[in-house]
């Protein structure tokens, strides 16, 4: 799959604004960005459910820039799935099949752990059963393409964590290159085999998930995934993963604010003497005075900075 300078502008100001990206067959690229930056437009230029004003969009080596989503050879699963509610998991995926074969949907459902779910209305399903029944009759399409705006908003934290896997998992085996939105770093970087990241409706850097994670060339790509300490410095925007935070006798003096424990480990927030508040995934005490250095930092123009940037 291959765009080309894909520019979409809406009234408000908002949109998608020269986007160039190639998506390899079998790859998951995954579209990480904040709400507004434009991935749900993206990935609806991709579908064909909106005309670019300029650029190009090619799927499996031709032209669909000008087709209706029906000729483009994709499948999209939503965030709120899109099933019938007449309709079983059996059924949905006859429905959409180029040659409907009851042994090769009831093989694709027990793919997805759905072989006891068959005959169920998606009212007699969890969520999660559900979002599987969506992905199943995506792939009982054949596409070239699969579209994921945030197929897992709806679901609870437990739950999502294990499908990523199971997601990922299930688009290897079946070869297809998809396309992935999330505003979530853990899932963007579970899934992916790139991630491109966008803010204000551009695209701003793709890579590999680690790679963009530990070494970003956009200040917006270190904000991205979170876990980010920005401090003030001589012009420039110090930058550092609250990981990456160590105590250290010549360090800056500060006083532990708080402690809390999350899933992956302490995390101490640290007023500096100088003014600033540090995060650090270290086991401090509350009310403990430490002296703290980054063990490593990243710097960017503080002129960089503008947040909510929008294209002129
Ligand atoms: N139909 C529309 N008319 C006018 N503006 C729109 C329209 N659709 C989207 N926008 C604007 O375009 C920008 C990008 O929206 P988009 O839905 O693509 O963002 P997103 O990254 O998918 O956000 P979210 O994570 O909240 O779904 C936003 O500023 C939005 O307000």
Redesign the pocket.
């Known amino acids: 799959m291959r765009l080309e300078g894909v520019t979409k502008g ?7 604004f020269g986007v160039d990206l190639e998506v390899g067959e079998g790859e998951i690229l995954v579209l990480l ?10 990935l ?1 230029l991709i579908a064909g459910l909106l005309r670019p004003d300029r650029g190009r969009i090619h799927l499996q080596g031709r032209e669909v820039t000008h087709l209706p989503p029906e000729r483009r050879g994709l499948a999209y699963v939503f965030q709120d799935y899109g099933l019938w509610p007449h309709l079983t998991a059996l059924e949905h995926l006859l429905l959409v099949m180029p040659k409907p074969d009851r042994k090769e949907a009831l093989a694709l459902l027990e793919r997805v752990g759905l072989g006891a779910h068959a005959h169920k209305c998606p009212h007699q399903l969890s969520g999660g059963q559900r979002q599987r029944v969506a992905l199943a009759r995506a792939l009982a399409r054949h596409p070239g393409v699969v579209l994921l ?2 197929p897992f908003a709806a679901l609870d934290p437990v739950l999502r964590e294990g499908l990523r896997l199971e997601v990922r998992r299930l688009l290897k085996e079946a070869g297809t290159a998809a396309i992935h ?1 999330t ?1 979530d770093p853990d899932e963007a970087l579970a899934l992916a085999d790139r991630v491109g990241v ?1 803010a204000g ?1 551009r695209l701003l850097e793709v890579g590999p998930p680690r790679a963009l994670y530990e070494n970003p060339k956009e200040l917006q790509t270190f904000l991205a995934f979170g876990r980010a300490n920005l401090l003030e410095g001589e012009g420039v925007w110090q930058a550092f993963r609250w990981e990456e935070v160590a105590l250290d006798p010549q360090g800056w003096p500060g006083r532990v604010e708080a402690l809390l424990w999350t899933r992956t480990g302490p995390l101490a927030r640290v007023r500096l003497r100088e003014g600033g508040v540090v995060f650090a995934a270290l086991p401090l005490q509350e009310g403990e005075e430490v002296r703290l250095a980054p063990k490593r930092v990243r710097s960017w123009p503080r002129n960089l900075l503008s947040l909510e940037k929008t294209p002129s």
């Open positions: 809406f009234p408000g100001g908002g949109g998608v960005g904040a709400s507004g930056s434009g991935k749900s437009t993206l609806n705006d945030e939105v505003h966008m409706g």
